[in-house]
């Protein structure tokens, strides 16, 4: 596991300090190194702010252990940790992911205890206080991204595991939860990230007609950000990208469709051979840190202060056009994806043909449309392509069968929770 984790704990925690400190008058100790109860009683934003930066803060290294178990990434530096990921050797109690999951369990916690502390202090108004919005917001999310990378979890804080389909489901239930609180608190900006986030949590369901409903009311040009700063760097940059780290690039099967040089790039479209601007990249023909990998690195965040977007509405574009691919409306899924394309000045997709076929033309889009923000993995195991995608690869180093589909179930959970055993036997990690 990485030394990294720790410090962004540590980092995470000096920018509650910090977000404590900056109320003044609103916050007053006796003692500067303790913060009490009625101490944030009288810091009420801070503490909200403080459970939605908690959801952030993990983000980036998410994002990261996504792209190495996908096709996205490989490890081009040392660390262990990203080479077993990489190479889909983890078991139970030995991924990197642990920290994460450990993150948003945590960030659970810390909304529930915010929203009991809003109840007590703002009494009949915290229904409907921006504040308690933003909490039910990130209470939801913390679910939907659980229920996206782990197998199995606690759904309550000391409950039984249960599955991921069970947490996305808590999520959908959630978001509504979320929506009618912004509504009532006149906080657009949730209101439309919890509808987003319910339209993808329905969409991995399977349900999609009421996918569909929740992604046509996400107004154009929306966008739902993970934020970093100067506290907290954007790790995808720290850790993996051309002038930092450089432990991680993108994986050889895109190398063929992108050109060295001595700046910015794009990677070609398979299509048609144009550069897409949706999939920035950056490779000028050195090695990573490993000092014999060729780095062709991501460059969609190329400043450690960029943020990553978690939803947002050419996302939920795509979530219309595969409902209609599902509904058999082929005509209507390339005329979102052709209308994306143009957007980026993108060529149309061609006629299908040579045994092309729609799911090929979705799953890429996604790919280029969400670059670098965590969900190819997602989509290449509800699709059942992972075991496709890596036999094609005839790597073996990365063999396509028995490869880690999704990540375990944190052990520190198991260790201290009594509702769940601590044995391998019992805990999940789904393969192909």
């Not at 939605?52 to 983000?59: F, K, P």
């Not at 509904?327 to 979102?336: E, F, K, R, S, Y």
Request: hydrophobic share 45%; charged share 20%; glycine share 8%.
């Amino acid at each position: 596991m990485l030394p990294i984790k720790g410090m962004r704990r540590v980092i995470a925690a000096g920018a509650l300090v910090l977000a404590l400190s900056a109320c003044g008058d609103l916050l007053s100790v006796s003692d500067p190194q303790r913060y009490t109860a009625s101490d944030l009683d009288n810091a009420l934003p801070a503490v909200a702010n403080g459970v939605e930066g908690a959801l952030h803060e993990v983000v980036d290294s998410y994002v990261i252990y996504q792209s190495l178990l996908s096709d996205v990434y490989q490890h081009t530096g040392t660390w262990s940790g990203y080479d077993e990921i990489d190479h889909g050797r983890f078991t139970y109690s030995n991924s990197s992911m642990d920290g994460i999951h450990n993150a948003w369990l945590r960030t659970r916690w810390f909304a529930e205890d915010a929203e009991e502390r809003f109840i007590r202090v703002l009494e009949g108004s915290a229904a409907t206080d921006p504040m308690m919005a933003q909490v039910h917001f990130t209470a939801a999310m913390v679910d939907l991204y659980i229920g996206m990378a782990f197998c199995e979890s606690p759904a309550v804080s000391s409950g039984p595991a249960v599955s991921d389909r069970v947490i996305l489901e808590q999520s959908v239930t959630k978001f509504t939860r979320a929506m009618a609180t912004a509504g009532s608190a006149g906080t657009p900006l949730f209101a439309n990230a919890a509808l987003a986030g319910r339209a993808r949590a329905n969409l991995l369901l399977g349900n999609y007609s009421a996918a569909l409903s929740d992604a046509m009311g996400v107004p154009p040009g929306f966008s739902y950000d993970a934020i970093f700063n100067v506290q907290s760097n954007n790790s995808i940059v720290q850790l993996t990208t051309k002038n930092f780290n450089e432990a991680g690039g993108l994986m050889y099967v895109w190398w063929d469709q992108i050109d060295i040089s001595d700046d910015d790039g794009l990677m070609r479209d398979p299509w048609t051979n144009e550069p897409d601007p949706r999939i920035e990249v950056f490779f000028d023909g050195e090695v990573a840190t490993d000092n014999e990998t060729p780095h062709y690195s991501q460059w969609k965040y190329h400043n450690l202060s960029d943020d990553i977007p978690m939803v947002h509405s050419d996302g939920m574009q795509l979530i219309m056009a595969e409902v209609a691919m599902m509904n058999n409306d082929d005509a209507g899924a390339m005329t979102i994806f052709n209308t994306l394309r143009a957007n980026v000045g993108l060529s149309p997709l061609p006629p299908l043909a040579g045994g092309v076929t729609m799911q090929d033309y979705l799953l890429s889009e996604r790919f280029a449309e969400l670059f670098m923000e965590g969900i190819r993995m997602v989509d290449l195991r509800r699709f059942g392509v992972v075991d496709d995608i890596f036999l094609a690869l005839n790597d073996g180093e990365r063999p396509g069968i028995g490869r880690p589909i999704m990540f375990s179930m944190t052990d520190t959970e198991a260790v201290f929770n009594n509702s769940i055993d601590d044995d391998l036997a019992q805990r999940c990690l789904p393969t192909t």
